[in-house]
């Protein structure tokens, strides 16, 4: 079992709480991504996993064992770094084998388990090259190899893909998904790539200021972000946001935004200070001529006036202000929206469009 426990888990840097009071649980075999914009703590906390920041406060257990102040090679996890670490002036074959050489384990043996993990991860021709006469992709692989050699409970890895060119990335994606499934193992793995988080993580947790603001699957934080930071963290563009109020009338619960009234669900709220979120892909464009009672009886109506189009290929987003309603609003530019969705979109710059929403899809 290579769960990992995380209590209270605090790292101050001076005046800094760069992590501050993280209670989280790993359970084993998880692929969990710490992710989060540069300086929320993510770096900090996997280090203190790894044993290299001592917390301020709080425990790391690792399968029910205390490693809080163990040294990083007593804990039985591997770490990659962003920037690989590997030894410049040893083969590809001695670094891999590093770990199993400093733990003075029989040369029979490292031999063998650095060809089987050479084998596993492709690098058996390069076994005897030096890192500079790597490509950025194959020293990744090499530093993995060096972290799975030693067949650790858990590996740590911190933004192990940042040097390697797009389409490698994503090919190295794969590779990673592909590895962790064949192991089994814990993975804990940060970055501040959505796409990666959201394509590789069994779980995600994301982080703000030192604080963890939400755990669940890709799927739960995507669909139901626990706060306004993890809405408009998540998404590209991000989730739309825009200040609300929220009345019953009616016998409908009718939000306020940007000074229109969306009657969304039957009932009555009171709220004030309310923050109306919706995805870019969940706005549908009204062709022009559509009139009130086509849109369908529930879907909220939204209009304003396309500022901007961005053609990503077999999608595309529209940027519009949205209407100021009220005689005092006249001819003032509200809000900004985005919209997404399979192009093209129907829209024109410059025109007039009116938008709608299904319930279902407002988030408050
Ligand atoms: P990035 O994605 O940019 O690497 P991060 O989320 O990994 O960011 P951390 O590196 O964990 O963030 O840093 C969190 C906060 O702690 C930042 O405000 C950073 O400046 C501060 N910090 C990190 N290490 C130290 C240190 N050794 N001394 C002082 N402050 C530090």
């Known amino acids: 079992m290579a769960s990992i426990r995380i209590e209270g888990l605090t790292k101050a840097f001076g005046a800094t709480r760069a992590v501050d009071e993280i209670w989280l649980d790993i359970t084993d075999g998880d692929f969990l991504v710490l992710l989060g914009p540069s300086g929320c703590g993510k770096t900090t906390l996997l280090r203190m996993i790894a044993g290299l920041v001592e917390p301020t406060a709080g425990r790391v257990i690792l399968a029910d064992r205390d490693i809080t102040y163990l040294p990083p090679r007593e804990r039985d996890v591997a770490m990659v770094f962003q920037s690989y670490a590997l030894y410049p002036h040893l083969s590809v074959e001695r670094n891999i084998g590093f770990p199993l050489r400093a733990a003075r384990r029989p040369k029979a043996e490292v031999a063998a388990r650095v060809r089987e993990v050479a084998t596993q991860l492709e690098l058996d021709g390069l076994l005897g090259r030096r890192p500079r006469e790597l490509s950025g992709g194959q020293r990744q692989r090499v530093a993995l190899g060096r972290a799975l050699v030693r067949d650790p409970a858990a590996f740590l890895m911190d933004e192990p893909l940042s040097n390697l060119d797009a389409k490698l990335r994503t090919a190295t994606r794969t590779e990673l998904t592909a590895l962790h499934r064949r192991l089994g193992s814990t993975f804990v793995y940060v970055t501040h790539d959505q ?33 306004v930071f993890v809405a408009g963290f998540l998404g590209s563009p991000p989730m739309n946001l825009l200040p609300a109020t929220v009345a019953g009338r009616d016998g409908r619960v009718v939000v306020t935004a940007a000074g229109v009234d969306l009657p969304l669900w039957p009932g009555t709220a009171d709220r004030q200070g309310v923050t109306l979120g919706i995805r870019p892909e969940h706005l549908r464009v009204l062709p022009a001529h559509t009139a009130a009672d086509d849109a369908g009886a529930d879907a909220a109506r939204l209009s304003g006036t396309v500022t901007g189009l961005e053609n990503l290929g077999s999608e595309e987003v529209g940027w519009l202000a949205l209407d100021t309603a009220g005689p005092s609003a006249a001819g003032a530019r509200g809000a900004a929206v985005a919209v997404r969705g399979p192009r093209p979109l129907g829209l024109t710059l410059g025109a007039r469009v009116s938008l709608t929403v299904a319930p279902e899809h407002v988030h408050l």
Request: proline share 6%; net charge negative.
């Open 195 to 227: 796409v990666e988080a959201m394509t590789m993580a069994t779980r995600v947790a994301l982080l703000d200021g030192g604080r963890l603001e939400q755990v669940g699957t890709p799927t739960e934080v995507y669909d139901r972000p626990a706060s």
